[in-house]
């Protein structure tokens, strides 16, 4: 009887492990979004590893951390057991194949160049955990909103400085589709590039409609040289009004960052 009630019960465990998500997974995130992802599908609990710069939602600062995500901590990641690694597909890096040789699960996802591929890594990400469901509802709710064109027809030409120095994005940045996105045309968007540094005299030259800052302040801005004569100073169009984490990074937060962008172009597109 005792033989036959610990079988009952190891496959009692068995099938529930088999059909519940709780039971799915020990993950390692080797990316600030991919973090943010997999907690906004539920499974912040399956993590057991996430890199140093994971610091959202607040849960995944108690989280082990494995290192830098293009020099993650090998050893301390094999030290988890996870079941599985999600990693970016970095040309030239041989971390996920360090990892498999090491017999580890990993998924290496491809870089986000539109908002569309922000879906696909959701969609990745889902199907390692078994989370599709979810998947498909968070995807739907990230769409909410984003096709609604605005009243008018103008589409301000932006200047996006991601960081000090005339750090910016191309054409192969992500951000530059969520530019479009909001209503708006990146004027470098006809750069072949991700992210780059411009000079300022090639934004003074351009001088774009409005002005995106992700740090600093538009007094800053303002008083640089020359900028005083550009149409987006003039008209008080210098936006600093996004939260930069959320708008910096391919994950769920960024459709938010989107809207708020898309309000505020709209709200002066037609002055």
């Given at each position: 009887m005792?033989?036959s009630?610990?079988v009952?019960?190891?496959v009692?465990a068995?099938?529930?492990c088999?059909?519940?998500p ?15 992802i997999i907690?906004?599908?539920?499974a912040?609990?399956e993590l057991?590893?996430v ?6 939602p ?6 082990e ?13 094999y030290?988890?057991?996870?079941d599985?690694?999600f990693?970016?597909?970095w ?5 996920a194949?360090d ?8 998924v ?8 569309e591929?922000i879906?696909?890594?959701?969609e990745?990400i889902?199907a390692?955990?078994?989370?599709e469901?979810?998947?498909a509802?968070?995807?739907k709710k990230m769409?909410t ?5 605005p009243?008018?027809?103008f ?8 960081d000090?120095g ?7 940045s992500f951000?530059?589709?969520a530019?479009?996105k ?5 004027i470098?968007a006809?750069e072949?590039?991700?992210y ?5 005299e090639?934004?003074v ?22 900028a ?17 984490d959320a ?7 960024l ?10 172009l709209?709200e002066?597109?037609n002055?």
């Amino acid at each position: 009887m005792k033989i036959s009630a610990l079988v009952f019960l190891a496959v009692c465990a068995f099938l529930f492990c088999s059909v519940s998500p709780a039971c799915a997974k020990r993950a390692v995130s080797l990316m600030p979004s991919y973090t943010e992802i997999i907690f906004e599908l539920g499974a912040g609990t399956e993590l057991v590893g996430v890199s140093n710069f994971c610091d959202w939602p607040p849960g995944a600062r108690a989280i082990e951390k494995v290192g830098d995500y293009l020099r993650p901590n090998l050893e301390k990641i094999y030290s988890l057991t996870p079941d599985i690694v999600f990693a970016g597909a970095w040309q030239g890096s041989s971390v996920a194949q360090d990892l498999r040789n090491a017999g580890i699960k990993v998924v290496e996802l491809p870089e986000e160049r539109r908002i569309e591929d922000i879906y696909r890594t959701i969609e990745l990400i889902a199907a390692g955990l078994g989370r599709e469901k979810v998947a498909a509802a968070l995807i739907k709710k990230m769409k909410t909103g984003l096709k609604s064109k605005p009243a008018g027809s103008f589409r301000p030409s932006v200047y996006l400085e991601i960081d000090e120095g005339g750090w910016t994005a191309g054409k192969r940045s992500f951000l530059s589709d969520a530019i479009a996105k909001a209503w708006g045309r990146n004027i470098f968007a006809g750069e072949d590039k991700g992210y780059f540094q411009v000079s300022w005299e090639a934004v003074v030259k351009k001088d774009p409609d409005a002005v995106i800052m992700l740090s600093g302040s538009a007094s800053d801005f303002s008083r640089r040289p020359m900028a005083a004569g550009l149409k987006a100073v003039k008209n008080g169009r210098v936006f600093t009004g996004l939260d930069r984490d959320a708008f910096s990074r391919p994950g769920p937060r960024l459709l938010d960052e989107v809207r708020k962008l898309k309000a505020w172009l709209n709200e002066r597109g037609n002055d």
